[in-house]
């Protein structure tokens, strides 16, 4: 029980310190000179890391909900809508919110643990010693680079999953790729794309500025380490989930069918 | 040029520095000795404003630091060369990147200066074939003397050696002492020097002091230390297992 109330009081103390993090992002942010070559550097970095994880899960995603979904939709006779039950579930949803927590656990903890074993070793101290904010230097354009990267990855990730959601159809139906992708745009709108895409520069955001922070306080020792890195999955994660119901309920309210 | 005075920091309950003072004047050495986890590392890391002490005054060209803006600070830890005890190389840059980091900040030297520089000051430390290695791929005395060069590299007009030489072996550490000696000359550097190490100690210093629960309680020359009748001092000094 006690060690509930403890890990309880640690996500709030948790929550404060990552408010006070965020704003002094939004001061810095506004502020030139950009390091361009190192968000760049970040950015392909994420790229690299991430491709061939998410690769894998948006195809499997697409093929799943597509195999799942067939027979239910057959009880009903309404196999023809396969294809745009599962862009829409993709595009809105399981695209979006499934590559933010993929990337949660592989970012986010990486960004946890090298801002945290640079604060350990000293070299954050360093930087600012010899006169460079590293808080403009690491934290900056690591967000920024989080924050552009993940909405590119869902683009890609959506478009992967509805090539396995093409699989999982014709394995039961006849149906030539360009009547599926007619299909396809046939269901979706732009209300379904704009919310869908537009919420990842927020997970991308929080992936970004909860690594960093918790990295950047990380605490002495390899162990410091380690608890930054497993923590800033756990948070940015959970975060992700709230955001997500928060952004529904509001898409639902801006965007009414 | 440096002056601390009545400085006091204390981490929980323990009290690390208990109202310390003293004053470097410019061009000279001042060497700092003490035993392990005694505060040497904290006094210097208050220097520059890494830590914030508790209490205290800590001015530098007659500034008060703790009365300096974030800008102004910065302007002067640009003057300001500190070697840390953990050598603190970026892991994520090479030896070359290190080194440029500070140049392409803080100077308008061209690409080919840089270049230039940094081989400079390679070759002062001995270690041009390690311009572009990895950290990673360095020993620990490696590490040690590119961080030297890294923290020389702006010619600052204030050292400050976080044991220079622990972890190099006594010929490098010997060199290293002439080189401090030999950058002190020539640009007339103000340094404090924290070390366990007599020969550096000895040699390079103009004033001894020795660190012991939160004050000093010794401070003199070389000389003076060596004829001191100090129980602590004398311990540093013998060879021998008393
Ligand atoms: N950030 C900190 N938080 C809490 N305690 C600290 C912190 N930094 C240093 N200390 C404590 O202050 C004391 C002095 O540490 P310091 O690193 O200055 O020792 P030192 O004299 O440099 O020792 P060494 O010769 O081993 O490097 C130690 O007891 C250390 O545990
Ligand atoms: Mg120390």
Redesign the interface.
Known sequence: MMKLIDSINNFFSVIGGLTSFTLRFFVEVFRPPYEITEIRKHMDELGVKTFSIVSITGFIIGLVLGMQSQPVLARFGAEMFLPGMIALSVIRELGPVLTALIFAGRVGSGIGAELGSMRVTEQIDAMEVSAVDPFRFLVVTRVIATTLMLPLLTIYVDLIALLGGYVAVIITQNMTFSYYIQLVLDAVRFSDIIPGVSKTFVFGFVVGIVGSYLGFNASKGTEGVGKASTTSVVISSLLILLIDSVIVRLTLIIFPD | MLKIENLHKRFGDLVVLDGVNFEVPEGTTTVILGRSGIGKSVLL?CI?R?IEPDKGKIFIEGKNIFELTLKEL??L??N?G?L?Q?S?????MTVKENLA??LL??TGLTNKEIEERIKEILNLVGLAEAISKMPSELSGGMKKRIALARSLILNPKIMLYDEPTTGLDPVTSKEIAKLIIEMQKKFKMTNIVVTHDMVVALSTADKILLLENGNFIFEGTPEQLLNSELDIAKKFLSTKLD
């Open positions: 890391k520059v890494l910065n302007e830890r640009k300001i500190f840390f953990s603190a190389l970026y892991d994520s980091f500070p900040r803080h």
